[in-house]
């Protein structure tokens, strides 16, 4: 069982940045894929990022290639989501995911954080 938080939403203008953290529990943290999905109102889930075991291979949205960056940091059981240059959007609840292999199908991930949520307005 692997139980993840994320953190680091809020409110920002648009074309400013913010910085999503999720942190896992588990020890086997380090071996499984992780991914961000978002969601906004009426809206399905859609996949924004996802990066491998090893940190060695990521995958983004065409949407948001170029202005967000996924990565980990296996010490702090950590993945991130540096997101730039930010559009309406963007607004969304953001989830976390963790799974066996990285892909951009929200079914194929276990384990899912509670969101936190990002607005993008002035």
């Known amino acids: 069982q692997v139980h993840l938080v994320e953190s680091g939403g809020g409110l920002v203008q648009p074309g400013g940045s913010l910085r999503l953290s999720c942190v896992g529990s588990e020890r086997t943290f380090s071996s499984i894929a992780m991914g961000w999905f978002r969601q906004a109102p009426g809206k399905e889930r859609e996949f924004v990022a996802a990066i491998n075991w090893s940190g060695g291979s990521t995958n983004y949205a065409d949407s948001v290639k170029g202005r967000f960056t996924i990565s980990r940091e296996y010490a702090k059981n950590t993945v991130y989501l540096q997101m730039s240059s930010l559009k309406p959007e963007d607004t969304a609840v953001y989830y976390c995911?963790?799974?066996?292999?990285?892909?951009?199908?929200?079914?194929?991930?276990?384990?899912w954080g509670q969101g936190t949520q990002v607005t993008v307005s002035s």
């Open positions: 995911a963790a799974g066996h292999t990285i892909n951009s199908r929200a079914g194929l991930y276990d384990y």
